[in-house]
């Protein structure tokens, strides 16, 4: 019983010292340093009245982040300290490791907001998902549905190709996706017929592009067939843009009309790896576990999305988090477009 006590109270230490590493990178203090000039500026008023609106808006959002989490945190300590409390008294920890872990997910679904608060586009988002092999499309959009309800998201769908139905709703040629399907369509053409294995998805509604966004890369599925539990089967997610509503230089832009791309090799790099039955998910590397289960992917996404996050902060390209196919490829063409006009005027 005592070494099983200690075990309890290493874990519980475990948490905390997990949570005050959080805490401390450097994007949290962005949070709070905003916090303390916004509480300045309104201080001031000397404003009009849409900006100071706008200065509350922002000040409220960053203190119920910064409070949500630092309330979960606090839960995490005074669990440390009761089982100290306890384990020097001789008496059971009774639970005190469960809650910890309870608080722990807390504080990361918290936590995970603090951190990407800096980030000023949060509620919209486009993304592309390829299927190349036309088996995990609706393991991930189908739950996806569901979550986008609960969180009073909306989504909107565009498949890969032309259909009757374009033409009818005169949307234009030169467009290498449909016309804007619903989340209804999605749900009973995609989801759960599986007619399609590429769909553009926009999504608009408080912090779907924040959460959203971090599904960009390869997914990997492992046992997701029961007739064939040893075939692994893909998804090739793309961050186009963080923006819902596209123009028409979006749609014709090369991200856009590019062709789907191949199918993973065998070991080559995922953003997450899921096994049917398991409860974890495996994101970027092997040692980056989130306990989560599978059924769990969405209602929990935030800690999935803060151990990605935190992946990004230690190979040290935060900046390319939120960063859409779309602007990196415009980035690329005006660093070109640059390089020729300085290539032009080095000449005689």
């Given at each position: 019983?005592?070494?099983?006590?200690?075990?309890?109270?290493?874990?519980?230490?475990?948490?905390?010292?997990?949570?005050?590493?959080?805490?401390?990178?450097?994007?949290?203090?962005?949070?709070?340093?905003?916090?303390?000039?916004?509480?300045?500026?309104?201080a001031a008023a000397d404003m009009s009245a849409r900006e100071i609106v706008s200065l509350r808006s922002e000040h409220h959002r960053l203190d119920r982040i910064l409070r949500a989490s630092e309330a979960a945190r606090g839960e995490i300590h005074a669990a440390e300290e009761l089982a100290l409390t306890a384990i020097f008294a001789g008496e059971e920890l009774r639970g005190l490791s469960d809650e910890a872990a309870d608080a722990m997910g807390r504080f990361r679904r918290a936590f995970y907001y603090v951190a990407t608060a800096y980030q000023p586009v949060r509620d919209t988002c486009t993304m592309a998902i390829f299927d190349p092999e036309r088996s995990c499309l609706p393991l991930w959009l189908g739950p996806l549905l569901d979550e986008a309800e609960r969180r009073s998201w909306e989504i909107v769908v565009h498949v890969r190709g032309r259909t009757a139905e374009d033409d009818a709703m005169g949307w234009p040629a030169d467009r290498a996706w449909s016309g804007p399907r619903s989340a209804e369509f999605a749900r009973q053409r995609i989801a759960e017929a599986g007619l399609h294995d590429a769909v553009l998805l926009r999504a608009q509604g408080r912090d779907a592009g924040l959460l959203l966004a971090m599904e960009d890369g390869i997914h990997r599925f492992l046992r997701h067939d029961a007739?064939?539990?040893?075939?692994?089967?893909?998804?090739?997610?793309?961050?186009?843009?963080?923006?819902?509503?596209?123009?028409?230089?979006?749609?014709?832009?090369e991200p856009m009309r590019a062709p789907p791309p191949e199918r993973p090799r065998p070991g080559q790099a995922a953003?997450?790896?899921r096994e049917a039955g398991e409860d974890h998910v495996l994101v970027h590397e092997k040692d980056r576990l989130v306990e989560v289960p599978y059924a769990e992917y969405w209602p929990r996404f935030e800690e999935i999305a803060l151990e990605d996050f935190r992946y990004h902060v230690a190979v040290d390209n935060v900046e390319l988090i939120f960063k859409g196919h779309i602007e990196a490829w415009r980035a690329q063409q005006a660093a070109r477009a640059v390089a020729a006009e300085d290539g032009e005027g080095d000449g005689p």
């Open positions: 019983a005592g070494r099983r006590a200690l075990r309890g109270v290493s874990a519980v230490a475990a948490l905390r010292r997990d949570a005050d590493e959080l805490a401390g990178i450097d994007q949290a203090s962005w949070a709070r340093d905003q916090l303390s000039f916004l509480r300045s500026q309104l007739e064939h539990p040893d075939r692994v089967g893909h998804l090739v997610l793309k961050l186009m843009t963080m923006r819902a509503e596209l123009t028409d230089d979006d749609w014709t832009s953003t997450r790896t």
